[in-house]
């Protein structure tokens, strides 16, 4: 049985930011629009893959990577300073309007809150302090301190032992299937925000709370038995 | 120094057959044209991301996992019976029109022939006899055997222990980047057929020999030193 959590880690892109300005940014590269929603899950593909073979690394390398080879797909030359800017243009992403109330709610009930992404600590604090919510955050855990990725089990275990605390008193609030299901397995108590995706897979493990924003996942969490 | 190798294990889905009737199918569910560049890869990302987890799932329950998701983010009703449609026309997809001479010049060479899967043996064979060539392949060899997704190293282990021979004597041809940057890593030679990528990702391990066809593939391997 789950309990209340006594930190929650956030996922960043998609979680808290939104992505889709992105896919102007590759429309200004030449790609067709709605490339991101080709790009993205690639980069994601690539990035597991390497976990896989047990390689490591960082994200801009790997989406850059992806990046070069869906431009040669589209017959557009690649320009390593346009691809640097798009990569460069995460850091600016705009927040969800939610995720602020959210944030309130859970550090007003005695919540402690980190982040934890795939991407880089530095640009996750960027992309907080933009959003003058940087102070909010105890700490921008990033996979590039156990070089591993997200949905390795390595990763959520490091966050607890950042935080100093068991995996069962960790929730991880994320709007991607898969980094659900690599947290349930680590044992994290586990709260999905449906924003592009209503349900995730069938095929992963499902979120202990299903919410459409995150105020929606602090309520659920905090009401679960202390 | 890479030699010229006793056998080849080609990828199946993309390297021989061709994947873009699929689209077709996806549209009549009702998701947009060019839903299967979305889709795709989020099959192998999912894959890629249990695999990562030490969970295996077959193709079958990813595939249909990650459309029933992008199906309802779309805002269509998951309908059970059409889902199985799209992953049963796996089976039917044209074979590439290279393929049969590509085989032809390595049997002729003497090179033995094997196919080797992320999908399902039975439907690997039937997609070979559809196109005439189940007598050419020696073995149709799934991941199902070893209960892991490519690119882990087991996988093609497995397939050089199935075909009695070390992994330098055995080459890979696929058409996806991180098949090969798994081959590579497990020792085998490789070959990259830039069907729809012209290059892969930089983030990947370079191939041995990269190609446009099947032939062209085999007429490199073949010209390498015994």
Redesign the interface.
């Known amino acids: 049985m789950r309990h209340k959590p006594k930190a929650v880690v956030l996922d960043v892109i998609e979680t808290c930011f939104a992505i889709d300005p992105l896919d102007e940014k590759l429309s200004e590269l030449g790609l067709p629009a ?1 490339s991101l ?2 790009w993205f ?2 980069v ?3 990035a ?8 490591y ?1 960082g994200f801009a ?2 989406a ?3 990046l ?2 869906l431009l ?2 589209n017959k557009i030359e690649p320009n390593a300073e346009k691809m640097e800017g798009v990569i460069e243009s995460f850091a600016a992403l705009p927040i969800h309007p939610d995720v602020k109330e959210g944030i309130q709610l859970l550090r007003a009930a005695g919540i402690r809150i980190a982040a934890l992404t795939n991407g880089s600590a530095t640009t996750t604090r960027k992309m907080f302090a933009g959003a003058g919510l940087e102070d909010a955050i105890e700490k921008f855990i990033s996979i590039e301190e156990v070089k591993q ?1 997200k ?3 390595a990763v959520y275990l490091h966050a607890a032992k950042q935080l100093d605390l068991a995996p069962a008193d960790l929730a991880l609030v994320a709007a991607h ?2 980094d659900i ?2 947290a349930v ?1 680590a044992g994290l108590t586990t709260a999905y925000i449906a924003r ?9 493990s499902p979120p202990d709370v299903t919410a459409h924003t995150l105020p929606e996942a602090a309520r659920a969490l905090l009401a679960l038995p202390g």
Do not use: Y
């Open positions: 709605g929603k080709v899950p690639r994601l593909r690539d597991f893959a390497l976990q896989v073979t047990g390689t690394k390398e790997i850059t990577g992806a070069a080879s040669a797909e990725w949905p390795a089990a299937d898969w299901d690599g397995k592009r995706q209503p349900r995730g897979s069938s095929a992963m």
